[in-house]
């Protein structure tokens, strides 16, 4: 007796595959994050990161150029400044390897939409996101720091400004301060639900922003905690994020799909450091197929429910895309 369902039928060629697929990227989904140092004519190879680098101002606007060419719209810049101290003063500087990059981006790329990550790890010496005081990460005393460097962005032409640190209240803080100042129309995309994950690891050595001391468990989220996850985007919807965030990607997928279903915002997902140097080191090992399998983990994360994906692969990936 054969078959009644043949679900078949809708695989047997390309053009059928593609006319039914229910889920599809787009290079206009991604937004490539850029590490900007201070100096000129530097591009640095990040070790552990493959194809990524750290890039002084105008090393840095090329790899813009190019990204908006392949049809990335957005960039995400962290900073890596010439001194750091127990303040992350430069995170807040007017004059930052930050600021004064983005003044010359959106002057040389007005089209490009430019995002700045909000935190001070990169910045401090002791490598925490907040201000420490007796080997403790205090909360409050971080909120204004964080609010006046995201308000340095918005004054130096950032379109988007994104709190990384994981601190109680910072979206309230932040977007107080940007109103405060003038800035009512720059929005918010939250790190709303940031665990305090072993997929950084590259990161760390890109943004030179390894903890010098403990590490990040009393403010990044827990892994094992999903119902958490509602929480913090909850409440980072009351404060005023306009959008909200899920880091890592790959393995929060579950954590993706269940705030796209709870709430209406705008999902987006960061596609860490970790998750793209696997690929990189599976590739250069000759154990996958390196193109495929990116494509099949960033198409993972837009069926979970991801508008938006973060990922160092935007590139490589438009690139397929475009073809």
Excluded at 253 to 272: E, G, H, M, Q, W
Aim: one cysteine or more; hydrophobic letters at 40%; a negative charge.
């Amino acid at each position: 007796m054969f078959p009644v369902h043949r679900p078949r039928r809708l695989r047997k060629n390309p053009i059928i595959r593609e006319m039914v697929r229910e889920t599809s990227l787009s290079p206009s989904d991604f937004i490539y994050p850029l590490f900007i140092t201070h100096g000129r004519g530097i591009r640095k190879e990040i070790s552990s990161m493959p194809d990524c680098y750290q890039e002084s101002s105008d090393m840095a606007l090329k790899s813009a150029k190019e990204a908006l060419s392949l049809g990335i719209p957005a960039v995400i810049l962290f900073g890596i400044p010439e001194h750091k101290d127990s303040l992350g003063s430069g995170a807040y500087d007017e004059h930052g390897v930050v600021q004064e990059f983005i003044k010359r981006v959106k002057d040389k790329l007005p089209e490009l939409y430019v995002i700045t990550d909000v935190c001070l790890c990169e910045y401090t010496k002791h490598g925490h996101c907040g201000v420490v005081r007796d080997g403790e990460i205090l909360n409050d005393p971080t909120l204004e720091l964080l609010a006046k460097e995201a308000v340095s962005h918005a004054r130096a032409g950032a379109d988007m400004v994104a709190p990384s640190d994981m601190m109680d209240g910072r979206v309230r803080a932040i977007r107080q301060a940007l109103d405060d100042e003038g800035f009512s129309d720059t929005p918010i995309m939250s790190y709303s639900a940031k665990y305090a994950s072993a997929f950084y690891g590259p990161f760390r050595e890109a943004a030179e922003s390894t903890p010098q001391f403990g590490d990040r468990r009393s403010y990044q989220m827990d892994p094992p905690n999903r119902r958490e996850a509602i929480k913090e985007v909850s409440l980072d919807i009351e404060e005023g994020a306009d959008i909200v965030m899920v880091k890592p990607a790959l393995a929060y997928l579950d954590i993706i799909s269940d705030i796209r279903n709870t709430f209406n915002l705008p999902v987006a997902a960061y596609n860490v450091s970790g998750e793209y140097s696997l690929l990189k080191a599976g590739a250069r090992l000759g154990w996958i197929d390196y193109e495929r399998v990116m494509m099949e983990v960033l198409t993972s994360i837009k069926r979970a429910g991801a508008d938006l994906i973060l990922t160092y692969h935007a590139k490589e990936a438009a690139r397929i895309l475009n073809k």
